[in-house]
């Protein structure tokens, strides 16, 4: 059973590579691996208990108008056995933008021997402004002198679906997804301009595990490959250990820059349980490329937490959050 699980879903995967989905690039996430419902709507219903699951990433911190990203995920537990909800709140900014998400996702769960096959679906409603009147804005004249620059507060607001699929049991895990499979362009506008937001087709695959090195610790990795159209393939690696079932530690790679360049960021991440129901992690992303002369680099909070009944006791059966 387990083999017909696996090719269900890597047939699954070239499906959804077929398809002609057009979205506007999403946030980055170095602890992507504990931020699954914000990139996969299939991992609604994968966790033991209500998860809320919080993250602040600042990026380039120290570069003006850098971006920076608040998202807040709320995961079921199953319902019925086979179907799970969560809803993906996020909020990203970047100079004179700001996008806020608001997701609502199901999944629909097939147990098939110790692995677990996920289908998911999401529904987007975004909000996207663009504040030409920002006092952060500095020009030798008045910018009004011009008529073809836009000096007002433009918003407009757009709904999308995405779907995904999602493998997994307690040392493995692999999803694909994709965020957006409507065609629409957001086109904020005043009576006499426009300024557009062209949406582009973006897929996500991702995979990790765990390997037991001793009854202590585990090695642990995870990758994420974001494809987009017009840009090319990103790819994120994360490899550390995890100690006790409690504590982790790993390093991170970021692909990306110019030709000149070896990568976009290379980062570390720790972890920690806080008992049975709060997980915290920090990461840090030192930036290779030609920014990092200007910037402090990337820090990215996380903090995850389950909400148990006071009935409940013994460890959760799942930390590593597969």
């Avoid at 933008?97 to 529904?123: C, E, H, P, W």
């Avoid at 159209?229 to 995890?242: H, K, P, R, T, Y």
Wanted: net charge neutral.
């Amino acid at each position: 059973m387990k083999r017909y699980a696996i090719q269900w879903f890597f047939f699954a995967c070239f499906g959804l590579l077929s398809q002609h989905v057009y979205t506007q690039q999403s946030q980055l996430y170095t602890q992507f691996a504990f931020n699954k419902l914000a990139l996969n709507p299939a991992y609604a219903g994968n966790d033991d208990h209500f998860t809320l699951t919080g993250i602040y990433r600042d990026q380039w911190s120290g570069f003006p108008g850098s971006p920076k990203t608040q998202n807040l995920t709320i995961n079921s537990p199953r319902i019925l056995s086979n179907a799970g909800l969560g809803l993906n709140l996020e909020r990203f900014s970047v100079g004179i933008t700001r996008i806020v998400n608001i997701s609502g996702q199901y999944a629909y769960k097939i147990r098939m021997d110790d692995l677990t096959l996920s289908f998911g679906l999401s529904t987007t409603f975004r909000n996207m402004v663009r504040d030409f009147t920002d006092p952060r804005l500095v020009a030798l004249e008045d910018i009004h002198r011009d008529g073809a620059i836009i000096g007002d507060r433009l918003s407009t607001y757009l709904f999308n679906v995405g779907t995904g699929i999602y493998i997994n049991n307690e040392r493995f895990f692999a999803g694909i997804s994709t965020p957006g499979l409507l065609k629409s362009d957001l086109i904020l506008s005043t009576e006499e301009k426009d300024s557009r937001s062209p949406f582009v087709r973006q897929i996500y695959f991702m995979s990790g595990g765990i390997i037991p090195l001793s009854e202590m610790i585990g090695l642990t990795g995870q990758f994420l490959i974001r494809w987009a159209e017009q840009f090319s393939i990103g790819v994120d690696i994360n490899a550390g250990f995890l100690v006790d079932n409690r504590y982790r530690f790993a390093l991170s790679y970021r692909s990306g820059g110019s030709s000149v360049d070896i990568g976009e960021s290379l980062g570390l991440i720790f972890g920690f349980d806080i008992g049975k129901r709060l997980m915290i992690g920090i990461s840090y992303d030192y930036t290779l490329t030609g920014i990092r002369q200007f910037d402090q680099g990337s820090l990215e909070f996380i903090a995850a937490y389950k909400i148990i009944g006071s009935g409940e006791k013994g460890r959760i059966a799942n930390p590593r959050y597969f």
